[in-house]
């Protein structure tokens, strides 16, 4: 298996521009979500998944969207980016609510 | 509103000390909690997994003890080397959401040979 997969690894962007983060797992995990990183701020929950089709949002979701068609994939947009979302974004799975969450390396997001 | 804290923010020891890092939250209202390394600029590895109704789990070198009533978790870590340097974190699973975690900003540590 190879786990919970993230691509890019590093992603440079200018203000306004959209792109796509993508995040793969084969574990076939219902679980999966995603995470920032800001240092001072730790790790915050932008959005999560219960299961294909199914999505809600975390604590920062303003300026992100997913949306979960399969059971592997949970791709995470950035619609307009913006400075303030210069971060390190994880993206997690998990088997099933109460089972341990496991992480991607994380994808390096700077916005100018 | 839960809170984790981990306490200290840095560590630093002599190789062959154990190690004892800190993690405290305000809401006893959890599934479970996590601890995790991080290593710079890597994601997240999985350490330890303690379910709400288990005292302690033991992997290895490394043993993490939950008291759920007074809000704490410890995770030692035996006869320290130089590879165990780098971040730990701990995380809670919430009940009152999907299932959210909730971070601690991490004890950095550092053993010295």
């Known amino acids: 298996n190879a786990g919970v997969t993230q691509t890019p690894k590093f992603q440079v962007l200018k203000t306004g521009q959209s792109m796509t983060l993508q995040c793969a797992q084969d574990?076939?995990?219902?679980?999966m979500s995603w995470y920032r990183q800001d240092p001072g701020m730790g790790l915050r929950l932008i959005h999560y998944?219960?299961?294909?089709?199914?999505?809600d949002q975390g604590e920062v979701p303003n300026g992100y969207n997913v949306s979960r068609s399969t059971t592997e994939d949970f791709p995470l947009r950035l619609l307009s980016a913006a400075p303030s979302q210069t971060s390190v974004y994880f993206c997690?799975?998990?088997?099933?609510?109460?089972?341990?969450?496991?992480f991607g390396p994380g994808t390096r997001l700077t916005v100018t | 509103k839960q809170e984790v804290t981990q306490i200290p923010a840095a560590l630093s020891v002599p190789e062959g000390e154990n190690l004892v890092l800190n993690c405290s939250f305000t809401?006893?209202?959890?599934?479970?909690l996590q601890w995790f390394r991080q290593d710079p600029g890597k994601g997240l590895t999985s350490l330890l997994l303690?379910?709400?109704?288990?005292r302690e789990q033991t992997s290895g070198r490394l043993n993490a003890s939950l008291d759920k009533s007074s809000g704490r978790s410890t995770l030692y870590i035996a006869a320290s080397q130089p590879g165990d340097s780098a971040t730990y974190l701990c995380?809670?699973?919430?009940?009152?959401?999907?299932?959210?975690?909730?971070f601690g900003a991490g004890t950095q540590v550092v053993v010295t040979p």
């Open positions: 303690i379910q709400s109704s288990q």
């Open positions: 998944s219960v299961g294909a089709g199914i999505t």
């Open positions: 995380a809670v699973k919430r009940t009152d959401s999907w299932g959210k975690l909730q």
């Open positions: 997690a799975s998990s088997p099933q609510l109460t089972y341990e969450q496991y």
């Open positions: 574990m076939n995990h219902e679980y």
């Open positions: 809401d006893s209202a959890i599934y479970n």
